[in-house]
């Protein structure tokens, strides 16, 4: 993960910490914020969430347009969709990034999520599986096309379940039988989400 925190734009030295009034996050992982945030009593943050492309293509600045009129305290989580604009939003003094290798990492350990890819699981979480059908339209995929995608690609698919969505496991045997794929669920919960969003909404935390 790499981390870009918001500088004085005159001196270039570390601005005054001010808590983020505004979170921009993929809409995967939208409810989970929502939820964490709720969490931790943050009732004065507004919450909202960019296209789930994973990079496929890579987000503009326009898709971000409320950055545009809104110069409160921003925090953007985010993953390979933010590289394109990752160096004009660095620029904006009233911004802090957080760019994961993997968003997975927002709820499972990097070194588990590298683990589980290596064993050639195709990981999801309960906002993407909410989703699958329109997913399966963005791609173009018929029930047959999809099929052969998905066995080429991965053995199984793996969902990363954050046990806020009641409706993810028939979600995921919907998804699941359409591919043809096995299925495994790991309830990884919101925790370390919470962690993450505790230290960056928290003046003066640092990330551990």
């Given at each position: ?34 939820f964490v945030t709720r969490q931790l009593g943050i009732s004065d943050i507004n919450i909202f969430s960019f296209p789930a ?12 347009s409320r950055l545009a009129d809104d110069r409160q305290p921003t925090l953007i989580i985010g993953g390979i969709c933010l ?126």
């Amino acid at each position: 993960m790499s981390q870009t925190r918001k500088n004085n734009d005159k001196t270039g030295e570390p601005a005054e910490v001010e808590r983020p009034k505004n979170i921009f996050v993929c809409e995967n992982f939208k409810k989970e914020v929502e939820f964490v945030t709720r969490q931790l009593g943050i009732s004065d943050i507004n919450i909202f969430s960019f296209p789930a492309r994973c990079g496929r293509p890579q987000l503009e600045i326009t898709e971000l347009s409320r950055l545009a009129d809104d110069r409160q305290p921003t925090l953007i989580i985010g993953g390979i969709c933010l590289h394109k604009i990752r160096n004009e939003l660095a620029a904006r003094t009233d911004t802090d990034i957080y760019i994961f290798d993997n968003c997975f990492e927002l709820v499972m350990e990097k070194k588990i999520v590298e683990y589980f890819i290596r064993k050639g699981a195709y990981l999801t979480t309960p906002g993407w599986l909410a989703e699958w059908k329109t997913h399966i339209r963005e791609w173009k995929f018929s029930r047959k096309t999809a099929r052969d995608f998905f066995r080429e690609s991965c053995q199984y698919v793996l969902l990363l379940d954050t046990e806020i969505d009641a409706a993810s496991t028939n979600n995921l045997k919907e998804f699941a039988e359409f591919i043809d794929r096995e299925t495994e669920i790991i309830p990884v919960g919101i925790a370390p989400l919470k962690r993450f969003l505790q230290s960056a909404l928290e003046p003066g935390t640092p990330l551990t």
